[in-house]
């Protein structure tokens, strides 16, 4: 087979030249040779009309050159063939396009879900361009190029469209995502849960306009903790404490930026106390963020009552340099309509969302979170 052994030869030297530019497991340029081999795959399948065999041969020839070097299993050709496949020059100039867009207003706002939607998968239909043009800068200012390729096998797996896979990767590397992180954030529907929901809230009218759009992409609707034990009936007092104990999961499930400042942090009015059920503070939004706690459906009371909190945290705790203090009311399950007039006239913001205890993530897919053991050992011991 002449036009295989070229096509030997031809892999073989590009393997060299990037073993020349870095070590081979540096990730961009081991991404980039991933692509490139994809593409070789791609080029003589369609212009040889050979079919998987292929895969499997070369697979055999180059872990036999390249007994050292892991990742050259047929499994993993495929998937490289998968990969080129998904992001040709032309996909890759659009994520770069749109990343450029959406960079430029700093947040991934709401009316994002229409541009993360806007990525047609039809476009990668396109036939591949021939090896020696594909251009090693477009590849490496794209996102692709920035996360592993084990994040890459997670999304070819897992996400069909190209607009959501495109998130998951800035996503990912907004919050410096795992890839087991990232496979549960998937598994939950992180995508529909925070860009594509619904979300309650008044911030429109409350808020200034850098802030509005920023504060209503954080609300997710519904939040998922799973990693809470959930007894027969669950009471409020038993789900913060366990919020509190898995300290590390609740700020990933309540995304970057949310600092922790206690539960049931006491506060003395007209001589009686009250207890707030969560607080937190954001680092981005510069702003104290109190969160109420139902294990129960949402009551027209309740944004009345959070938001005597937020005038409590307004006026004793909130710095000059502080903006005003957002509200966030998580429920068993709320009436859509009931909640928008809850929330009318209301003079400070304030988000409603459900929020789910059942466990649904296998367990396989479990993140294995960095512990904080100091801070959850203090929050334990409280």
Same mark, same amino acid.
């Given at each position: 087979m002449e036009d295989?052994?070229?096509?030997?030869?031809?892999?073989?030297?590009?393997?060299?030249?990037?073993?020349?530019?870095? &070590?081979?497991? $540096?990730?961009?340029?081991?991404?980039?040779?991933?692509?490139?081999?994809?593409?070789?795959? @791609?080029?003589?399948?369609?212009a040889e009309g050979w079919g998987g065999k292929i895969i499997s041969l070369l697979s055999a020839d180059l872990r036999k050159e390249y007994p050292s070097i892991k990742g050259f299993s047929a499994r993993n050709l495929l998937y490289m063939k998968q990969f080129s496949e998904a992001y040709p020059l032309q996909i890759l100039r659009q994520f770069i396009e749109l990343e450029s867009r959406l960079r430029a207003s700093d947040v991934f706002?709401? %009316?994002?879900?229409?541009?993360?939607?806007? =990525?047609?998968?039809?476009?990668?239909?396109?036939?591949?361009q021939p090896v020696a043009q594909l251009e090693e800068n477009i590849f490496f200012q794209s996102v692709i190029a920035r996360i592993t390729w084990s994040h890459h096998v997670v999304l070819m797996d897992k996400v069909a469209h190209l607009g959501k896979r495109f998130w998951y990767m800035l996503n990912a590397i907004e919050h410096g995502n795992s890839r087991n992180v990232l496979a549960m954030q998937i598994d939950s529907s992180l995508f529909e849960r925070q860009v594509m929901a619904k979300k309650i809230t008044n911030f429109s009218k409350t808020l200034p306009e850098p802030q509005t759009d920023f504060a209503n992409y954080l609300i997710k609707d519904p939040y998922i903790f799973d990693f809470i034990q959930t007894k027969e009936k669950a009471d409020e007092r038993n789900i913060e404490q366990q919020l509190t104990d898995h300290i590390t999961k609740f700020l990933l499930e309540l995304g970057k930026g949310f600092a922790f400042i206690g539960k049931q942090v006491h506060v003395e009015i007209g001589g009686q106390d009250f207890y707030i059920d969560l607080l937190l503070y954001?680092?981005?939004?510069? $702003? %104290? &963020?109190? &969160?109420? @706690?139902? $294990?129960?459906?949402?009551? $027209?009371?309740?944004?009345?009552?959070?938001?005597? %909190? =937020?005038?409590?945290?307004?006026?004793?705790?909130?710095? !000059?340099?502080?903006?005003?203090?957002?509200?966030?009311?998580?429920?068993?399950?709320?009436?859509? =309509? @009931?909640?928008? %007039?809850?929330?009318?006239?209301?003079?400070? !913001? =304030?988000g409603v969302a459900d929020y789910q205890l059942a466990k649904a993530i296998p367990e396989e897919l479990k993140s294995q979170l960095p512990d904080i053991a100091d801070l959850e050992q203090e929050l334990a011991e409280e």
């Open positions: 295989y052994r070229l096509l030997l030869i031809e892999v073989k030297e590009k393997i060299k030249q990037a073993q020349v530019k870095t &070590v081979i497991a $540096a990730n961009t340029h081991m991404l980039f040779l991933y692509w490139e081999l994809g593409n070789f795959i @791609l080029k003589h399948q369609q706002t709401q %009316y994002a879900a229409d541009v993360f939607l806007s =990525i047609d998968n039809q476009l990668v239909e396109i036939a591949q954001h680092t981005r939004l510069y $702003a %104290y &963020v109190v &969160v109420e @706690l139902k $294990a129960r459906d949402f009551e $027209a009371g309740d944004t009345g009552q959070l938001n005597f %909190y =937020i005038n409590v945290v307004n006026d004793q705790m909130k710095g !000059p340099e502080d903006n005003d203090t957002i509200g966030i009311l998580l429920c068993k399950g709320k009436n859509e =309509i @009931l909640a928008e %007039y809850a929330l009318k006239g209301m003079l400070h !913001p =304030i």
